[in-house]
């Protein structure tokens, strides 16, 4: 039976995936160098909020949303950069795998649940627009946020 992780043990978890993050972003000659201060400042925000939450979001759903949010851009995008990120994540064994919530909404033919909604709110257009998604893929993941949106409102 697998031990639950604790919010304490999962707030470090992602402050050392966060720390990781910083390292690659500052040797790297590869990251976007019109990102590194707007990655970097996310990133010490999502590690403060994690380790000094208000007493109110000292819960691990909260923290799901913190840790959704943070690695959106480490899932979603790619390079020599993304490659050394998810390399040094895995070898620390800090349980964190890349995904991509576009690509597993499409196969699955649906939304599962609110991090899934929000990744692909958030993405959809920037994916059509550099072409990771054509104009029929977007049109499905419109209907598959609708069809979400119409089975949240009815519970």
């Known amino acids: 039976m697998a031990k639950r992780i604790t ?3 999962r707030a470090k ?3 050392r995936t ?4 910083e390292e690659v972003i500052n040797t790297s000659t590869s ?4 990102l590194k ?5 996310f990133g010490a925000e999502c590690k403060r909020l994690a380790l000094n939450p208000e007493l ?3 819960k691990v759903e909260s923290l799901k949303f913190l840790e959704n949010d943070y690695l959106t851009y480490w899932n979603e995008s790619d390079g020599e950069h993304i490659e050394q990120f998810w390399k040094q994540v895995f070898y620390e064994e800090l349980d964190f795998e890349r995904k991509d919530i576009i690509r597993i909404v499409l196969k699955r ?6 991090h899934e909604f929000d990744n692909i709110t958030d993405n959809i257009v920037a994916a059509e627009q550099i072409g990771r998604i054509n104009s029929e893929q977007a049109e499905l993941l419109g209907n598959y946020l609708s ?9």
């Open 18 to 21: 966060i720390e990781i993050a």
């Open 13 to 15: 978890r992602l402050a």
């Open 37 to 41: 201060s707007h990655i970097l400042n």
């Open 147 to 155: 069809e979400f949106e119409s089975r949240s409102s009815n519970k």
């Open 31 to 34: 990251f976007p160098n019109d």
């Open 56 to 58: 109110q979001f000292r």
């Open 109 to 114: 033919g649906r939304i599962k649940d609110i």
């Open 7 to 9: 919010y304490d043990e």
